[in-house]
């Protein structure tokens, strides 16, 4: 999972709007199948929408521990001309601060 100080590192917690999407169950296995990726991926499109048009947000920053594939199908969902500029992190445990910007669209 994210963690919040990780977070806090990059980001003021005290200064953003936090969406957090959990996958119901932590086993590894839990986003493997194609309708397990096509749940998550609906919902954080549901929600990243929602959330776009109430809020009217510059910029959205996306801090994900989650599978590559399920990565690159959250990533198809983001539509530049739609959203406002989104920012992708990668994790390393070995760096500080541990998220490390990865993506500007």
């Given at each position: 999972?994210?963690?919040?100080?990780?977070?806090?590192?990059?980001?003021?917690?005290?200064?953003?709007?936090?969406?957090?999407?959990?996958?119901?169950?932590?086993r590894l296995d839990?986003?493997?199948?194609?309708?397990?990726?096509?749940?998550?991926?609906?919902?954080?499109?549901?929600?990243?929408?929602?959330?776009?048009?109430?809020?009217?947000?510059?910029?959205?920053?996306?801090?994900?521990?989650?599978?590559?594939?399920?990565?690159?199908?959250?990533?198809?969902?983001?539509?530049?001309?739609?959203?406002?500029?989104?920012?992708?992190?990668?994790?390393?445990?070995?760096?500080?601060?541990?998220?490390?910007?990865?993506?500007?669209?």
């Amino acid at each position: 999972s994210v963690s919040l100080h990780d977070v806090n590192e990059i980001l003021a917690l005290d200064k953003i709007d936090l969406l957090q999407i959990d996958a119901n169950s932590t086993r590894l296995d839990r986003v493997l199948y194609r309708e397990d990726v096509q749940a998550v991926t609906q919902r954080f499109r549901t929600e990243l929408n929602y959330r776009i048009g109430q809020q009217d947000y510059d910029e959205i920053h996306l801090f994900l521990a989650i599978p590559a594939g399920l990565a690159l199908e959250l990533g198809r969902t983001i539509n530049p001309n739609m959203w406002p500029k989104v920012y992708t992190y990668h994790y390393s445990r070995r760096k500080r601060p541990r998220y490390q910007l990865a993506l500007c669209v």
